[in-house]
């Protein structure tokens, strides 16, 4: 199985389409503020970031390293976390 992941990138072009947003997700959500992933696609990623901002309002920015034609990378990175947001969960009692 091809590595997707390494500590600062995921590789989507190597994972199933129904699969690469929620891959991306999970990786986004191991971030700590400050820290960053570059995200790697066969095709413009504007759909998973606007996804990402619904999923993850005000907790991230996105920045375009790699425009195409055939490969795009964008560099995601954790501004926020879902507490400092206002977006508590509960799960870890709010630590």
């Known amino acids: 199985m091809p590595d997707i992941a390494s500590a600062s990138k ?6 199933r389409p129904r699969d690469r947003h929620p891959t991306v997700f999970l990786m986004f959500r191991d971030l700590k503020v400050e820290e960053a992933m570059d995200v ?5 990623p504007s759909p998973l970031i606007q996804e990402m901002g619904r999923q993850f309002p005000g907790q991230f920015t996105s920045e375009y390293l790699e425009q195409g034609p055939d490969d ?5 990175t954790r501004t926020a976390s879902a ?3 206002g977006q508590c969960c509960g799960s870890c009692g709010g630590q």
């Open 72 to 76: 795009w990378r964008v560099r995601v």
């Open 83 to 85: 507490h400092g947001n």
């Open 10 to 15: 995921v590789d989507v072009r190597l994972v």
């Open 40 to 44: 790697i696609n066969d095709h413009d």
